[in-house]
């Protein structure tokens, strides 16, 4: 998941993403072997700050990687390395 960590606003509802990664293991729809990674600017205020802590505390425990403020090249590097780019449309 790649997009900024902004509660109020354009949101890519990382928290959602998470939660459904977590469920598609608990539910053997995947195995363990699969990794999330999610990446994304956090804006700054106290509940952009407050929502990564919720995604990463929902996380943990599980193969989710959580990488704020990533540099262009490295989230290049992360987008050549991945198994599958999903497009999550957030739009009614």
């Known amino acids: 998941v790649v997009g900024r960590f902004n509660v109020n606003g354009h949101n890519k509802t990382q ?20 990794k999330l990674i999610v990446v994304g600017h956090v804006n700054n205020s106290p509940e952009n700050e407050e929502y990564l802590n919720n995604c990463k505390v929902i996380s943990e425990n599980f193969p989710v990687e959580i990488i704020p403020n990533i540099s262009f090249p490295e989230l290049q590097k992360l987008y050549f390395k991945a198994s599958a780019v999903v497009k999550v449309n957030t739009l009614p």
């Open 15 to 34: 928290l959602d993403a998470i939660e459904s990664f977590i469920e598609l293991l608990k539910n053997k729809v995947i195995d363990d072997s699969w």
